[in-house]
Structure formats: structure tokens, C-alpha cells
């Protein structure tokens, strides 16, 4: 094992010392803490807004979805796939996406939320400049007009949630590790 000093710090990356490996450690870690934090929190909006407004899905489009679901497992895995056991594991993620996707874009047109094309252009120039060197790679990626429909779906869900947290009455509650660690416990 190398010894943990300065001259390991500037072999594992770009820091001038061990002490600047140290914080970027951290602040990495608190990055992906806070990122972890949001995506919960979105989930728990999307959670309660789903709760909120009860809607009944007629069984056609709930198997349509997990049809279109089944088939892209297959065209990605050329193993044999057992289609019950898929559509028995993923029909509850099914309903909750589809009842989400139906709120979302009647919340999207009473609200009147679009996305440009310019937000769009946005968003894949700071995944490019994030990616570095393969920056031309994700560009060309994102010239495809189902990835783009794909990114336009992200940004208007985002912009919807973003309203949603806007108008939540939320309480925050300081956690332990010791708290999320119990409540891993109640969930496995």
C-alpha cells in the first residue's frame, strides 16, 4: 500500500497536496450527498403527487407499456428472458410511471411548461464541457431526435418537479447516519 503524503496525492489526481486531496474528497462526497438528498426529495414529491391524485389505468395501456418494456429487454439481452417474471417484477413500476407521466404533462399543460430548443442545446453543452475530452462524442450523441425527445422529457420533468417543490409544504428534518442506517434495515 503507498504511503498516504503528498506525492500519492498528486499521483491519484490533480492536487497540489494531501490536504487538497482531502478536500476534494470531501467535497465530492458532499456533492453526491446532496445530489442523493435531491433525487429522494424528487421521488417523494412525485411519490405524494401520485398519492394525491388517484387515477385509474385501463389494463390495455398498463400491458402495452410492459409489451414495449419486454421487448426492449429482449433487443438488449439475447438470453432468454422470462416475460411473466418481468412483467410480474416491473408492473408496480409500470403503473407508478405511467400515472406519473399522466400528471406530469397535464401539470405541464395547465402550467404551460415547454422546453426549448435552446435549453436543450444548453443542457448537452454542460454534459459535453463535464465529460472533457469526449465532449465531441456526447454531442454527436445528442444529435438523434430520440435522444433529444429523451433530454426534452428530463428537462420538462425536472422544470415540473422544480414547480411542485415550489408550492410543497415541506418540513426538514435533520437524519443520522445511525437514522438512515435503521431505516436500511426496516426497508431490506
Do not use: C, H
Not at 385501463?58 to 416475460?83: G, H, Q, R, S
Amino acid at each position: 500500500m503507498p504511503e498516504l503524503d503528498d506525492e500519492f496525492a498528486t499521483d491519484v489526481g490533480n492536487f497540489k497536496d494531501l490536504d487538497d486531496l482531502t478536500k476534494g474528497i470531501r467535497l465530492a462526497l458532499e456533492s453526491q450527498a446532496e445530489e442523493d438528498t435531491r433525487q429522494k426529495l424528487d421521488n417523494r414529491v412525485v411519490d405524494e403527487v401520485i398519492k394525491s391524485n388517484p387515477i385509474e389505468l385501463p389494463d390495455f395501456m398498463i400491458e402495452n407499456f410492459l409489451n414495449a418494456f419486454v421487448d426492449n429487454i429482449k433487443k438488449e439481452n439475447p438470453k432468454e428472458v422470462d416475460e411473466k417474471e418481468v412483467r410480474d417484477r416491473y408492473r408496480a413500476d409500470a403503473i407508478w410511471g405511467l400515472k406519473w407521466r399522466m400528471i406530469k404533462d397535464k401539470i405541464s399543460e395547465l402550467e404551460k411548461i415547454e422546453v426549448a430548443e435552446t435549453e436543450i442545446n444548453d443542457y448537452i453543452e454542460t454534459l459535453a464541457k463535464r465529460s472533457g475530452k469526449n465532449a465531441p462524442v456526447v454531442r454527436s450523441n445528442y444529435r438523434n431526435a430520440k435522444k433529444r425527445d429523451q433530454l426534452r422529457y428530463q428537462i420538462q420533468e425536472k422544470k415540473v418537479i422544480d414547480l411542485l417543490l415550489q408550492n410543497a409544504q415541506i418540513s426538514e428534518k435533520t437524519s443520522t447516519f445511525q437514522d438512515r442506517k435503521k431505516a436500511q434495515e426496516l426497508v431490506v
